[in-house]
């Protein structure tokens, strides 16, 4: 593949490693440039035992062992993302034209949280020359469109349970667990022939 300016969108801190950390770290040992960035550090959601900007932390700790040298972490407030949909989409227009992105990866059409939602759709507004892909988190999603797969490996897969063991603020989340992680990247694997895969939304599909 032609190594190309890849960007993940996250909405809050952990989001775009559980969507897409496999393919992340395919990305980046293909000599890729991945751009990570999270609209919202959940301070409002941090447990009371831990400092509230220990997210900012995890979240560095976590995109690290992926290969990604430095994330970018917006304020936006957690839950109240619609809210601040014209700010957001103020900043997601600023990076669209900081990176020129060839692809961006972002929530899927199918996931219903309130901030996935706006984060999804203010994507959409601010990258129209992108090909667009929803990464998928079922917990969020009642049905899922799996119209594209990445096919990853053994290592890309350990790479991912790793970084999501660097959030210990959230390890009480069933879906941040090894298992499921693995299981879940087993199941898409077969659907394609593969070990394992991560599948994706084709939100937009640009060829140039």
């Known amino acids: 593949m032609t190594e190309k300016t890849i960007l993940i969108i996250s909405p809050h801190t952990d989001d775009g490693e559980l969507g897409c950390g496999g393919s992340i770290a395919r990305f980046v040992e293909e000599g890729n440039d991945v751009i990570y960035a999270a609209l919202s550090a959940c301070e409002k959601s941090v447990p009371c035992d831990y400092p509230v900007d220990i997210l900012r932390r995890e979240v560095k700790e976590a995109t690290a062992v992926l290969g990604i040298r430095e994330p970018i972490l917006y304020e936006f407030e957690v839950r109240e993302f619609p809210r601040q949909r014209q700010e957001i989409l103020d900043a997601l227009i600023r990076l669209r034209n900081e990176i020129r992105p060839d ?106």
Not at 108 to 122: G, I, N
Not at 146 to 173: G, N, P, V, W
């Open 103 to 208: 692809i961006v990866f972002t929530p899927s059409s199918y996931d219903t949280h309130q901030d996935h939602k706006t984060t999804r759709e203010e994507t959409l507004r601010a990258f129209k020359q992108c090909t667009i892909l929803g990464y998928e988190q079922p917990w969020n999603n009642i049905t899922f469109n799996t119209s594209a797969f990445i096919a990853i490996e053994e290592r890309h897969i350990d790479a991912k349970i790793r970084a999501l063991q660097c959030y210990e603020t959230q390890k009480s989340r069933s879906y941040l667990g090894a298992d499921f992680i693995r299981g879940l990247a087993l199941t898409r694997g077969t659907q394609i022939e593969n070990r394992y895969a991560e599948a994706f939304e084709v939100i937009k599909w640009v060829i140039r």
